[in-house]
């Protein structure tokens, strides 16, 4: 997350990263943002998106089925990826796991060179499909996320196991099944979520640095970073002793 106001910036390429519930997304983006310095890049969640539900008792938010596209606010979600693309900065929504609602705050996402957006209906929704410059599928299999998950929403999220099993087989894998493992064949780049991830980082270098073809220009990718760094210089002034 960055601070600062609305401006225009070059426009950021967006590298999606879909997969089932606790296939490594998040692990991936953050070994991939570390791997692409100096080109700068910021990790943007589709959680984020989930549409408040304040007019909602507590009891009832619990029993939403979070693993529907209709449980995100896909409007504001595609709003916002055009606009970091057009180089616009935007004004991210804060979730609250724990109250089942979108929180009051909002945190501001400059477009840096790179936004590495992940979610599991990612690659599920058309138009977000579309926006997506690299296109990344993660695939673990079931028995593993599922452990993955259980462990998760205990330490993070305060959820017993029996309630992490019940909404597990009641939407998460049936949208799994549905929504996400079908977008498999549509990405550009498909890799394993278990062990190190070395490997998978190295394969999605790889592609972006041009090994493979792209729909976008990777040369753009390495070596307009100098120009964009110089150009902030500038912008900045000086920096006082």
Known sequence: MNSGGNKRGRGSWLIGLCGGSCAGKTTLAEKLQAR???VRSEILTCDRYYKPLDHLPFEERQRQNFDSLSM???PLLERHLRQLKAGLSVEVPVYDYHRHTRSSQTEVFNPLPVILVEGILLFASARLFRLLDLKIY???DDDLRLARR???DRAERGCSPESVLKQYFATVLPAHKKLVEPTRALSDLVIRGEGETGEAVDRVVA????????KIDPERFFQDQAERESQEQKDNGPVEA
């Not at 592609?207 to 792209?214: A, D, E, H, T």
């Open 72 to 74: 995100l606010d896909l």
């Open 150 to 152: 259980i462990e998760r």
């Open 36 to 38: 692409l310095l100096p």
């Open 207 to 214: 592609r972006l640095r041009g090994n493979s073809p792209l």
């Open 138 to 140: 993660i695939e673990v």
